[in-house]
């Protein structure tokens, strides 16, 4: 399983993109079909529908977002919000090599804290 040590010094992001990190985590070891079976059948790649293959989304290693109505709940649900937060990570960090784990993570928390300076930049 992953270790918590990638999970430290998380601290100085605020919630949401504690939140993302995290989902975003979790999603990838869907993608890569180590999670259980239970949120695997919730992370459906665009290539694995044959009406999608040529979209430009299945070039990019999107998932799809299963449709959610205005309810809060639904739109937190992790069949809605975890690939939601992974299609907006950018496509570099989603293509990077299935072994690669860590440095996936190490990626993913470098643009997480980008976000978050970007985000709080006074103007």
Not at 19 to 26: E, M, N, Q, T
Not at 51 to 64: G, H, K, N, V
Request: net charge positive; proline share 6%.
């Amino acid at each position: 399983m992953v270790q918590l040590e990638h999970f430290i010094h998380l601290g100085a992001l605020p919630h949401p993109h504690r939140i993302a990190y995290r989902v975003s985590g979790l999603v990838r070891l869907c993608v890569e079909g180590l999670a259980p079976p239970y949120l695997l059948e919730l992370c459906c790649s665009t290539t694995q529908v044959q009406r999608r293959r040529c979209l430009s989304s299945a070039a990019q290693a999107e998932l799809i977002v299963s449709r959610s109505r205005t309810a809060t709940r639904q739109r937190r649900a992790f069949s809605v919000g975890g690939p939601a937060t992974w299609n907006g990570l950018p496509v570099t960090i989603r293509q990077t090599p299935v072994h690669r784990f860590f440095s996936f993570l190490s990626a993913l928390k470098t643009v997480m804290f980008d976000r978050c300076l970007a985000g709080s930049a006074s103007e």
